[in-house]
């Protein structure tokens, strides 16, 4: 399974970004795949999911901000993220396996990682 991450860029608050996670070397939609998020000093936290069938998975910190998506074709997970706020900066990490959707959001049910893309939000 290889994940890798692009789209991380600074922007002002409010500001708009896209996330990519191109994927290989597994059945793309046959995992539950998610975003997480690590800020300097603190742990490791599920932004948003999606399990293997379809269904979402979004933390409060960042519904009705942000989206995440995915392009069966070009086996690609995508996170929209809209409305960025300074606490939105940390390193974005694309993860995959089989997890169920009540576990989508908890990083240690993922063994499968990416190594990540830095977004940082700030004026």
């Known amino acids: 399974v290889q994940l890798v991450e692009s789209g991380g860029a600074q922007v002002q608050p409010g500001g708009s970004l896209r996330l990519s996670c191109a994927t290989s070397g597994f059945l793309f939609g046959s995992y539950s795949m998610g975003w997480f998020r690590q800020a300097p000093g603190k742990y490791r936290e599920g932004v948003a999911a999606i399990d293997a069938d379809g269904t979402p998975s979004v933390s409060d910190s960042v519904k009705g901000r942000f989206t995440i998506s995915q392009d069966n074709a070009k086996k690609t997970l995508y996170l929209q993220m809209n409305s960025l706020k300074p606490e939105d900066t940390g390193m974005y990490y694309c993860?995959?396996?089989?997890?169920?959707?009540?576990?989508?959001?908890?990083?240690?049910?993922?063994?499968?990682w990416g190594r990540g893309t830095q977004v940082t939000v700030s004026s």
């Open positions: 993860a995959a396996d089989r997890v169920e959707w009540w576990q989508l959001l908890v990083p240690s049910k993922f063994g499968h």
